[in-house]
């Protein structure tokens, strides 16, 4: 069951915007965090920004300044507007949610536990 969809990925030129929508269709089962994740080619999976339980928000340094996480809580989706986009940034992005309450008890907001399947974004120099 697909709780999670992204859309908005695409491919850009250095300097240029894309804004990322992640539809959350778990209406039944609240998500204490919500967050960007992504991962380039050979690397890792990084954090990227996320919102807390609180409603604080933290970002990557790498994107401090050029991102901006946001959400619509009427409409359940959670947005990433990236700015100033760099080659670096090219990867796929992933959108995720901590949903449960023991989970989140027992884990916080350091486990995410649903994810979306992903949409690529690619920014050439």
């Known amino acids: 069951q697909v709780q999670l969809m992204e859309s908005g990925g695409g491919s850009v030129q250095a300097g240029g915007s894309l804004r990322l929508s992640c539809a959350d269709s778990?209406?039944?089962?609240?998500?204490?965090?919500m967050g960007w994740f992504r991962q380039a080619p050979g690397k890792d999976r990084e954090e990227v920004a996320v919102?807390?339980?609180?409603?604080?928000?933290v970002y990557a340094d790498s994107v401090l300044g050029r991102f901006t996480i946001s959400q619509d809580n009427d409409k359940k989706i959670l947005y990433l507007q990236m700015n100033s986009l760099k080659p670096e940034d090219t990867a796929v992005y992933y959108c995720?949610?901590?949903?449960?309450?023991?989970?989140?008890?027992?884990?916080?907001?350091?486990?995410?536990?649903?994810w979306g399947q992903g949409t690529q974004v690619t920014v050439s120099s």
């Open positions: 778990g209406r039944f089962i609240a998500a204490y965090c």
């Open positions: 919102i807390e339980s609180d409603g604080e928000t």
């Open positions: 995720a949610a901590v949903r449960g309450t023991s989970h989140y008890s027992q884990f916080g907001c350091s486990d995410y536990n649903d």
